[in-house]
């Protein structure tokens, strides 16, 4: 539960933190697109098992590895691209902790 809790809070409450504090004008538009890094959860399709508890996902599903995650952070660079790669790696911390909890 705890787990779960933090896991979850990070995702939909962290982006709303970011959004609501350096996004003021346009919050919700920042938190959708921010909202938009959970698609990379897609890569879990190809897993057998699709969801396993006691599976990190870092370094495991092809847009969790390491040179995914160089490429979000890349994102942050470009102005164009900044929102994207915040919902990227948020979603990567995310995940991060939720193996640092297992």
Do not use: E
């Not at 590895?65 to 691209?81: E, F, G, H, N, S």
């Amino acid at each position: 539960m705890f787990q779960s809790t933090i896991h979850y809070g990070i995702h939909f409450g962290l982006p709303l933190f970011v959004a609501i504090t350096f996004y003021k004008t346009y919050w919700l538009k920042a938190y959708g697109i921010m909202m938009l890094g959970m698609l990379i959860d897609l890569d879990h399709l190809l897993a057998s098992p699709i969801f396993d508890p006691n599976r990190c996902s870092i370094n495991f599903h092809p847009l969790h590895t390491y040179y995914a995650i160089a490429i979000y952070v890349a994102l942050l660079i470009p102005k164009k691209t900044r929102l994207i790669g915040l919902g990227l790696i948020i979603h990567i911390i995310a995940d991060t902790v939720d193996c640092w909890l297992m």
